[in-house]
């Protein structure tokens, strides 16, 4: 699995939000958007394919999503260690 972090949410991102948060994932956007705070987009990728999504920030992770075929292996934990290791080096003093 490879998990990279991003700045802003990438249209793969924004695909996996979307069945998680259906009726909420546009405000939660527009939400997001308007973070001025050290923040990441985080994608796990299992053979090139997006099978996991979440968000953080000073405060905390605010979004996890995982595609149901990836759900049951561990994906989110290994996000969140990714997450938290992530805050550890930006000096956010850890998630």
Same mark, same amino acid.
């Given at each position: 699995?490879?998990?990279?972090?991003?700045?802003?949410?990438?249209?793969?991102?924004?695909?996996?939000?979307?069945?998680?948060?259906?009726?909420?994932?546009?405000?939660?956007?527009?939400?997001?958007?308007? /973070?001025?705070? =050290?923040?990441?987009?985080?994608? $796990?990728?299992?053979? #090139? &394919?997006?099978?996991? %999504?979440?968000?953080?920030?000073?405060?905390? /992770?605010?979004? =996890?999503?995982?595609?149901?075929? $990836?759900?049951?292996? #561990? &994906?989110?934990?290994? %996000?969140?260690?990714?997450?938290?290791?992530?805050?550890?080096?930006?000096?956010?003093?850890?998630?």
């Amino acid at each position: 699995m490879a998990i990279r972090a991003h700045p802003a949410p990438s249209d793969r991102w924004i695909d996996v939000l979307k069945p998680a948060h259906p009726t909420a994932w546009q405000a939660d956007l527009r939400m997001l958007s308007q /973070v001025t705070e =050290l923040s990441a987009f985080v994608t $796990a990728y299992l053979g #090139g &394919v997006v099978v996991n %999504v979440a968000d953080s920030g000073p405060t905390g /992770v605010f979004h =996890l999503a995982t595609v149901p075929r $990836a759900q049951g292996f #561990g &994906v989110a934990h290994t %996000v969140l260690g990714a997450i938290s290791a992530w805050a550890s080096t930006m000096a956010a003093g850890g998630v």
